[in-house]
């Protein structure tokens, strides 16, 4: 298994951390940025959970049934949360 | 990521090394020895087909008679099924008792997994899985209780018994985690090419014993996802144990008609 | 892969060298991985269990939600994300070899990871101190179902994290053994992390501030 490298680990903590403070921000101000930071918020949480899977837990270099299960967990997991936000009102 | 494995040779099984003589039991001859062994196994499935038709449909265990319904609904079940519920308790009863062999066949191939070392997870599997018959059946008796003069007991009695036997075959679900953990903490350290019980099945054991942990919310529910009859603490929990079961006696079938070849290797070594 | 009973007792019946036995170990990897996918079903289910109530009254779950403090929430995930690089740092370690140094960021993730434990503690006694409850409403039934269940398996990762270090003292390099188990504590490590990554959106952010 080709290893992630202690740089491009380093990255993608480094995007893990920035995703986090900037939606974290924006959650706390959804009053003034509008409605839809909330789905917005979602998709950030998704990209960051994918990052983990992909990189941190090194699933792009797994064999292809054990990418495509993960792969199809972060989907289902946030499209679960992200419609069901929308069928209950949205914002 | 697991490629290494498969590229190498199968190797020579430390198992083929004569295991101690408690194990081996060297004086019997196959037949002798692995005589019952497969007839227990047999019992897992027997078990669960019983227990499934007798707790859970006749019982009307399955699902549950929600924790939210008034004494007087209870009253009105036990008053109405009182002879479906007394036959699928008397079977429950009967039938429960089949996990204590099916447990030992599952035991005897552990023993097989390192017959070198210590016997401590396999005693532990003995021990849990056969007193997990003890909440199996004392949880049937409450129900039994209930349906056996439900025209004199009062509402509220009946659904205190009912109640009792949800609490315990719930509440005593850490017997059952106890041999599920032994088996795939015991089952991981098999050093043969193709283990007795594989890995994947090793820690869907462990995973399925440690789930029930969730059961511990279920005393603070009378409805949703922790109550006696939610979809976690109720479906979930009932048919990741089943597949448990399930899965367990498919690999114990398989390994015993290996363990027949490595104990005719080990016995020529000898 | 091809099923080896038949060779198995053909082989010579040698013990398995040490080398051997360990390349067989690496199968470790995916076993771990079924009791992970199994963890993250359930958690999946326990998202849509949460977002199916949040319909029934969303107005109750977004009030409840606005008052949870996002900084722990944020706090949270920046030390879960860090411990988890950490221990990515250390398998590479492992893999090169690197026994101090694997420990050292294994060490290291154990430290940042505690925070998690300390900040969720004084999250929960604020909570309990103002006299919320799992039973105060279905909202917090789930926040403190969801998160008390996140964090008995952040427990178990920390004592993962705990005996790996222990194991890789033990040893003058890190043996293929050890360093499957290393590969898998970490796994185990990223789904805590991966987890709460979801929890926190969900629980905290979904609500209008």
Not at chain 2, 9 to 32: F, H
Not at chain 2, 57 to 68: Q, R, S, T
Not at chain 3, 49 to 63: I, P, Q, S, Y
Not at chain 3, 123 to 152: C, D, R, V, W
Request: net charge neutral; aromatic share 14%; with cysteine.
């Amino acid at each position: 298994m080709s290893a992630l490298s202690n740089r491009n680990a380093v990255l993608v903590w480094a995007f893990l951390v920035a995703a986090t403070l900037g939606s974290g921000w924006l959650a706390e101000h959804q009053g003034t940025v509008g409605h839809w930071t909330a789905l917005f918020v979602m998709l950030v949480a998704y990209a960051k959970g994918r990052a983990v899977m992909m990189y941190f837990m090194e699933m792009h270099e797994a064999p292809f049934a054990w990418r495509l299960a993960f792969e199809i967990w972060g989907a289902v997991a946030t499209a679960a949360i992200v419609g069901l936000w929308w069928f209950a009102g949205g914002a | 990521m697991n490629t290494a494995a498969t590229t190498t040779a199968y190797l020579p099984d430390d198992a083929v090394a004569i295991p101690e003589p408690q194990v081996i039991k060297g004086r019997l001859s196959n037949t002798q020895y692995f005589k019952y062994w497969r007839t227990c196994a047999a019992m897992g499935p027997i078990f669960l087909t019983a227990f499934i038709i007798c707790w859970g449909v006749l019982g009307h265990n399955i699902p549950p008679i929600p924790a939210d319904h008034t004494a007087d609904q209870m009253a009105e079940f036990f008053r109405t099924h009182y002879n479906e519920v007394r036959a699928g308790m008397a079977g429950a009863m009967l039938f429960g008792v089949l996990y204590l062999p099916w447990t030992l066949s599952i035991t005897k191939v552990m023993e097989w997994i390192n017959p070198l070392e210590n016997n401590i997870a396999t005693t532990l599997q003995m021990w849990g899985g056969g007193l997990t018959v003890v909440p199996l059946v004392t949880s049937s008796v409450f129900w039994l209780t209930a349906a056996y003069r439900p025209d004199v007991l009062s509402p509220v009695t009946l659904q205190m018994l009912y109640d009792q036997g949800w609490l315990l075959i719930d509440m005593f679900y850490a017997i059952t985690t106890i041999p599920m953990v032994a088996i795939g903490v015991a089952g991981l350290t098999d050093k043969r090419a193709a283990p007795l019980f594989p890995r994947w099945a090793c820690w869907f054991s462990i995973w399925a014993g440690i789930s029930f942990l969730f059961e511990l919310l279920m005393p603070f529910f009378k409805s949703g996802l922790f109550a006696r009859q939610g979809w976690l603490n109720f479906w979930v929990e009932f048919i990741v144990w089943f597949a448990y079961i399930v899965i367990i006696t498919y690999y114990v079938f398989k390994a015993i008609p290996r363990l027949e070849k490595e104990r005719t290797a080990a016995l020529a070594k000898a | 892969m091809p099923h080896p009973e038949n060779d198995m007792t053909q082989n010579p019946p040698d013990l398995a060298t040490e080398e051997a036995v360990s390349i067989l170990r690496g199968r470790h990897l995916p076993g771990v991985l079924v009791f992970i996918i199994a963890d993250m079903a359930v958690f999946c289910m326990l998202f849509v269990g949460f977002m199916v109530d949040r319909m029934k009254d969303v107005a109750l779950f977004n009030n409840s939600a606005i008052a949870l403090d996002v900084r722990f929430g944020v706090a949270n995930t920046l030390i879960l994300v860090t411990s988890g690089l950490f221990v990515v740092l250390a398998v590479n370690a492992a893999r090169a070899g690197l026994r101090k140094t694997t420990r050292g960021w294994l060490l290291l993730s154990f430290l940042v990871g505690a925070g998690f434990g300390v900040s969720k503690i004084v999250e929960y006694s604020i909570k309990i101190s103002s006299g919320i409850t799992m039973q105060t409403n279905p909202f917090y039934m789930y926040y403190y179902a969801l998160t008390g269940a996140h964090f008995l398996h952040f427990v178990g990762g920390m004592i993962a994290l705990a005996v790996l270090w222990v194991l890789a003292g033990r040893e003058a390099t890190v043996s293929r053994n050890t360093f499957n188990l290393i590969e898998s504590g970490a796994l185990y490590w990223h789904m805590v992390d991966l987890l709460w990554l979801f929890l926190f959106p969900m629980l905290y952010l979904l609500v209008p501030r």
